[in-house]
């Protein structure tokens, strides 16, 4: 079975005098149905991780494979074509846009698939339903509260059917009562089925996801390892995260 | 089993994964939502554009419809008349028609009817306190009871020369002359000071469109002319109606007729083909208006090319955020080109319905029949357009290589 997201051997290098390097042979693997947590402290390199793994930015050097499509040598037209129709993105900020229904800023996760409007509007409807907003569909981004705009988000993030949403502090911007609201959305998606990586700096929110992707200085300094593999392999092989158990493959 | 899926050697590329793709009618829903969002901004970097078509529509639509008023009139006056007059030729100063002219004319076949207007050397006053010499440039002439009706005039008030009244003292006044001397009405018995004799007015004329030079004078019989002013016998102008297929041929035959003896000093003139060269040439008026029309549409380009580099810069979240949900640069480029383009397209189509407003209301004042030009309301439409297009591009174009890493930081 292919995975959601794979990265083998990333390095991304900033040019400057010296070079900076924002990722440093990076490895890890998510498989489909996980819930990640992508943790680490500000200058660590994860909104490089992040860019990568969302394919907004390309790495130096390295593979990124989304749901088992190589986007290393794919167009810009190409890799957006796999971010409309694979990734789902959940900002700290929300970037619902204004002046625009609910259900319309949902539905502007299918826009660039070429689906037909009436299409757009069931399922962003459906998808509102899914994260408790049925009520709240015609409503605008200014009416609605900080945790019902993150939720919005979220339900656009899923309105595609990605093989994964990049959740990139989603409740940076949220007070603690919203933050456990959205925390508990995560936990109920992920129950459903859908794969979800959450990129912090937030210890607390990280220790209550089932995996733990630590980052420092451009390294994955640990990994707590998917549910399919050991804990221990993955921790004593700090910056291969991912496969063990096929050696060959980490030598290309 | 992986490794099969993902194989990082070139020569295992698999089919290029679907591209995404925005339909054409969503690249309008999308350019659309930003004007949509911002209602207010919208109407106010619309409004230049509007402005500068608005000017455009309506000068072209005003000077239309008051030619079109002009050519009416002039078949309405008309294009039979033909003056003949004495002058042209070498050392014409002082040549003169001959008293016979009016006759020898009158005799030609095709000429309908005939008229004539003799010179008068004496000056006009309102009255006896008038400095000498304040004339007003208003000339006095002698002219037979014919005139008005050869010339299609009309009477603004009181009654033309008649044989009666033309035998005494009796005058009647042009437009401009009755202006000049401050005669504004006749209600009550008035009266003009000609060569110290006072004399009644008995009417005032219209402007005659085809003898401007008679809306200066103070017109009055020839017999008064000859006993109380000694007016000579020679006629200035003779004003003939001809028949209409034969304008051209009698036109011909008018010098000889009138002075056989000279007819190189005769100059026969067609006073419609003036109005109608007037009629066909743009006057400075309407240019000076078109140039600030096309001031005003330069300014609104800037406008509206200045609203988007700012909504590009205010924006760069929404661009990222369309970056991250799959949008191609060209997506964002159509974007935001498509929305310069709605706001100046929204503008042209307020500055066409303006300016189709002002030229009927104004025309409609003046009594004139509305011409709209329809290359001037579909040119309003394309301009605007075309402006949308050129201000949004280079807007468009930066959006477009907005990295979506950058626009996303917040």
Redesign the interface.
């Known amino acids: ?3 959601a997201l ?1 990265l ?1 051997n990333v390095t991304k290098e900033y040019p400057g005098q010296p070079p900076v390097k924002a990722l440093d042979d990076v490895s890890v693997r998510i498989e489909h149905g996980e819930l990640v947590a992508v943790v680490g402290p500000s200058g660590s390199g994860k909104s490089t991780l992040l ?1 990568v793994m ?1 394919t ?2 390309r790495p130096t050097e390295g ?1 990124v ?1 989304i749901d ?3 986007t ?3 167009s ?3 890799v ?6 694979n ?1 789902g ?1 959940v ?3 929300f ?1 619902l ?4 229904s609910a259900v319309d800023n949902v539905a ?2 299918l ?4 689906v ?2 009436a299409e757009r509007q069931a399922r962003a409807a459906d998808a509102l339903e899914r994260v408790g907003l049925g009520h709240r569909l015609g409503h605008e981004p200014n009416q609605l509260s900080g945790g019902e705009r993150q939720r919005v988000a979220v339900a ?1 993030a899923l309105v595609h059917k990605p093989a994964f949403v990049l959740a990139d502090e989603p409740t940076g911007n949220l007070d603690s009562r919203s933050t456990a609201a959205v925390m508990q959305l995560i936990a109920d998606l992920h129950a459903e089925g859908t794969t979800i990586v959450v990129i912090t700096h937030d210890t607390e929110i990280a220790e209550a996801l089932p995996r733990r992707v630590a980052v420092l200085d451009g390294r994955i300094q640990a990994d707590s390892g998917t549910p399919f593999e050991t804990v221990a392999g993955a921790a004593t092989h700090p910056g291969t995260g991912g ?1 063990g158990s ?1 050696p060959d ?1 980490e030598a ?1 | ?3 099969a ?4 050697s ?1 020569d295992g ?2 089919a ?8 054409p ?2 690249v309008l ?2 350019g659309a ?1 930003g004007p ?3 209602r207010m901004r919208t109407a106010l970097s619309a409004l230049g554009v509007s402005i500068g078509i608005a000017a455009l529509v309506g000068v072209l639509g005003l000077s239309e419809s008051s030619r079109s008023a002009l050519l009416d009139e002039i078949a309405s006056l008309g294009t039979n008349l033909l003056t003949v007059e004495a002058g042209g030729g070498f050392g014409a100063g002082d040549s003169e028609l001959p008293d016979t002219a009016v006759a020898t004319i009158g005799r030609i076949d095709t000429v309908t009817d005939v008229s004539a207007v003799w010179q008068v050397d004496v000056d006009v006053y309102r009255n006896e306190f008038i400095p000498e010499g304040q004339t007003g440039s208003v000339q006095v002439v002698a002219a037979d009871t014919e005139l008005v009706d050869t010339l299609n005039g009309e009477l603004a008030e009181g009654r033309y020369l008649d044989d009666a009244t033309a035998a005494y003292p009796n005058a009647v006044l042009g437009s401009v002359a009755a202006e000049r001397l401050g005669i504004h009405g006749l209600d009550e018995p008035t009266y003009v000071l000609i060569d110290d004799e006072q004399v009644e007015v008995i009417g005032i004329l219209e402007e005659f469109p085809l003898a401007a030079d008679l809306d200066r004078a103070v017109i009055i019989g020839t017999e008064a002319a000859q006993s109380h002013f000694d007016a000579g016998d020679a006629p200035a102008v003779v004003y003939t109606r001809v028949t209409d297929g034969a304008v051209d041929t009698t036109r011909d035959l008018l010098p000889t007729t009138a002075d056989p003896e000279n007819p190189e000093e005769v100059t026969v003139s067609r006073p419609s083909e003036a109005l109608e060269a007037q009629a066909a040439a743009d006057d400075a008026l309407t240019t000076l208006f078109l140039g600030l029309g096309a001031v005003a549409l330069l300014v609104g380009t800037i406008g509206i090319a200045n609203v988007m580099v700012i909504a590009v810069i205010e924006r760069r ?2 661009i ?12 964002i480029r159509r974007q935001f080109l498509t929305e310069a383009v709605i706001l100046s397209a929204l503008g042209g189509v307020a500055g066409v319905v303006i300016g189709v407003v002002a030229t009927f209301v104004y025309a409609t004042s003046q009594g004139w029949r509305v011409v709209i030009p329809a290359e001037a309301a579909f040119g309003g439409l394309v301009a605007a357009i075309v402006i949308g297009a050129v201000a949004g591009l280079y807007p468009a174009m930066r959006a477009a290589k907005l ?3 950058e626009a ?1 930081r ?1």
């Open positions: 079975m292919t995975a794979e083998r860019n969302g907004l930015d593979m494979a088992g499509t190589d290393a040598k794919l810009d037209g190409a957006a074509g796999v971010r409309s129709r990734i993105f900002f700290q900020q970037f846009l204004p002046g625009m502007n996760g826009i660039y698939q070429g037909g409007m656009r496969d096929r493959l290309v | 089993m992986a490794a899926t993902i194989d990082p070139p590329m698999a290029a994964p679907p591209r995404s793709r925005l339909r009618i969503d829903r999308v939502s949509r969002a911002r979240g929404e990222g955020l369309r970056r991250a949900l799959g949008a191609t640069q060209a997506h990295a979506p890493t996303l917040a």
